[in-house]
T-cell receptor, first 118, second 121 residues
Framework: EPEVTQTPSHQVTQMGQEVILRCVPISNHLYFYWYRQILGQKVEFLVSFYNNEISEKSEIFDDQFSVERPDGSNFTLKIRSTKLEDSAMYFC????????????????FGDGTRLSIL | AQTVTQSQPEMSVQEAETVTLSCTYDTSESDYYLFWYKQPPSRQMILVIRQEAYKQQNATENRFSVNFQKAAKSFSLKISDSQLGDAAMYFCAYRSSLSNAGGTSYGKLTFGQGTILTVHP
C-alpha cells in the first residue's frame, strides 16, 4: 500500500538556524498538510496546500514558516529561524481529494520528523 | 472554532476484552466528519474508522465500532476482542464539511488530546 514518507526521521538543529522538513506524499494525492505535535500535547494543524498554493493556515503558521512543492513529488516545510518552542514532531499528510473530488477523503499520515532545537 | 475533547488520558484493557474510548466535540455545523486515528509507538498515524455526520448508522470496521450521538456531540470508539497490537495512542478528530470560496476543501483535522490505550496480556 502506498505511503507518505518523511525525511529525516529526527533533525537536531541550533536555535536560529533554518530547517527544511521533507515529505513525499502519495503519488495520486492532490491535497497536502502539515501538522505538529509538541511532546505530550495534541496534534495541531499548521497548513494545507492545494494546486500549488496554501489553502488554509493556522495562527501557528507565521512568517517563519513556509511550504513548497518544488517538483512533482516532494512537499517541504521550511522554518526560517528556529526557536526552542518549535521542538516537536512534525507530520505530513496527504489526501486524494477534497470535497470537490468526493466527500470524506481520509488523510494519510507519514511517520513524522522529530525536530529538536538546541 | 471547533474543539475536540478526549477526557480519558489513559485507558487499559485485558486482552480479548472490550474497551470504549470517549470523545466529545463542539461545533455549530450540521454536516461534518469524524475520525479515529491510532498512533502506535512506531509513530505513524493510522486511520481506524470514520463517520459522516449525515449518516445515522454507526460505522464499523471489523473489531472497531463507533457510537455516534449527534445531538450529544459524542463519538466514542469501541474496540472488541482487544489485541496486544491495539496498544497505542488513539486520537479523535473532526473535519468540517465547509469549503472556501474556491471550492477547495478546508480539509484540516482538529484533534483531541489523545488517549493512551494499554492492553494487558
Amino acid at each position: 500500500e502506498p505511503e507518505v514518507t518523511q525525511t529525516p526521521s529526527h533533525q537536531v538543529t541550533q536555535m536560529g538556524q533554518e530547517v527544511i522538513l521533507r515529505c513525499v506524499p502519495i503519488s495520486n494525492h492532490l491535497y497536502f498538510y502539515w501538522y505538529r505535535q509538541i511532546l505530550g500535547q495534541k496534534v495541531e494543524f499548521l497548513v494545507s496546500f492545494y494546486n500549488n498554493e496554501i489553502s488554509e493556515k493556522s495562527e501557528i503558521f507565521d512568517d517563519q514558516f513556509s511550504v513548497e512543492r518544488p517538483d512533482g513529488s516532494n512537499f517541504t516545510l521550511k522554518i526560517r529561524s528556529t526557536k526552542l518552542e518549535d521542538s516537536a514532531m512534525y507530520f505530513c499528510a496527504s489526501s486524494v481529494g477534497g470535497l470537490r473530488e468526493g466527500r470524506n477523503q481520509p488523510q494519510h499520515f507519514g511517520d513524522g520528523t522529530r525536530l529538536s532545537i538546541l | 472554532a471547533q474543539t475536540v475533547t478526549q477526557s480519558q488520558p489513559e485507558m487499559s484493557v485485558q486482552e480479548a476484552e472490550t474497551v470504549t474510548l470517549s470523545c466529545t466535540y463542539d461545533t455549530s455545523e450540521s454536516d461534518y466528519y469524524l475520525f479515529w486515528y491510532k498512533q502506535p509507538p512506531s509513530r505513524q498515524m493510522i486511520l481506524v474508522i470514520r463517520q459522516e455526520a449525515y449518516k445515522q448508522q454507526n460505522a464499523t470496521e471489523n473489531r472497531f465500532s463507533v457510537n455516534f450521538q449527534k445531538a450529544a456531540k459524542s463519538f466514542s470508539l469501541k474496540i472488541s476482542d482487544s489485541q496486544l497490537g491495539d496498544a497505542a495512542m488513539y486520537f479523535c478528530a473532526y473535519r468540517s464539511s465547509l469549503s472556501n470560496a474556491g471550492g477547495t476543501s478546508y480539509g484540516k483535522l482538529t484533534f483531541g488530546q489523545g488517549t493512551i490505550l494499554t492492553v494487558h496480556p
